[in-house]
């Protein structure tokens, strides 16, 4: 009988059906990383989310044969210790195909037309003292006619370049940085960086996709450019984008992910003076999170570990 360990209940809001086989089931709501060995001890599937999975807790786990991530990224599990033990691992795909384009695009209307700064506005009590019906002490800019670049053509970029053709924005779709050949329908990553409006991030964080924009990328933008991050805090140079806020290297930034999530006290893209800032937008690790996309992952998750009990293949990345 399989011993099922699911090690943060908690990080999904969603029903959880049983798998159909035989099988034992354990949940905690959330788990710490120095409990994680104790608790899947004698499991024969582990379920996680962003428990981080090293090749030491791997070792000592000689019950484990499948990791069921309730995530798309797999960063936090050390694949190749996986793959030497004949473990599987499968991860959730397309479930944010919807809500992470939206929250994108809720990020970009939000810093193009400055509505941070307009709600600071009316609660200075700016509106009332007006001559005329309306302000004009914030420019607003339109996505019609901008370019969006996207760096990542998943399910999650395509779907954001989707929402950003709808609202005529021309998208471009970034090649890998330092590639030497550009690919039919992408553009030069430093073409991008060079002409797009606004910049949307999609892809994993791997050791190619860290610090992917730092202080290089970041000046090599428009002044007037607007910089959407909703994949993972390590791909952005953080010390690096607070200067470029600061200075005025970039027009603004959106923001869903950051390097430490739950931050420590005094992560710096929590000071709050930056958070201050009207063009700074940061959101808790969200833009996944709607009842919809949460329910579709839980369902896709227990259809992996039945698959997996089955015999078949289904969203395997080790």
Known sequence: MQRIVYLERDS?????????????????????????????????????????????????????????????????????????????????????????????????????RNLIAWRKTLQAGRWQQADQFCLFDHPIRDLHGATLGLIGAGSLGSGVARLAEAFGMRVLRAEHKGAATVRPGYTAFAEVLAAADALSLHCPLNDETGHLIGEAELRAMKPSALLINTARGGIVDEAALIRALQEGWIAGAGFDVITAEPPPAGHPMLDPQLLALPNFLLT?????????????????????????????LQNRVA
């Open 284 to 312: 808790p690790h969200v833009a996944w999170a709607s009842r919809p996309a949460m329910q579709t992952l839980a369902d896709q998750l227990i259809d992996n570990i039945e698959a997996f009990v089955a015999g078949r």
């Open 12 to 112: 999904v809001i969603a029903k959880v059906r049983r798998p159909v086989f035989a099988h034992e089931w354990i949940e905690y709501p959330a788990t710490r990383p120095e409990q994680v060995v104790e608790r899947l001890a004698g499991a024969s599937i582990a379920i996680i989310n962003k428990l981080p999975l090293p090749a030491a807790a791997i070792a000592v786990l000689p019950a484990l044969k499948m990791v069921a991530i309730a995530a798309t990224g797999t960063n936090i599990v050390d694949l190749d210790a996986c793959r030497a033990r004949g473990i599987v691992v499968a991860n959730i795909r397309g479930y944010a195909e919807h809500t992470v384009p939206e929250h994108v695009m809720a990020l970009l209307l939000a810093l193009s």
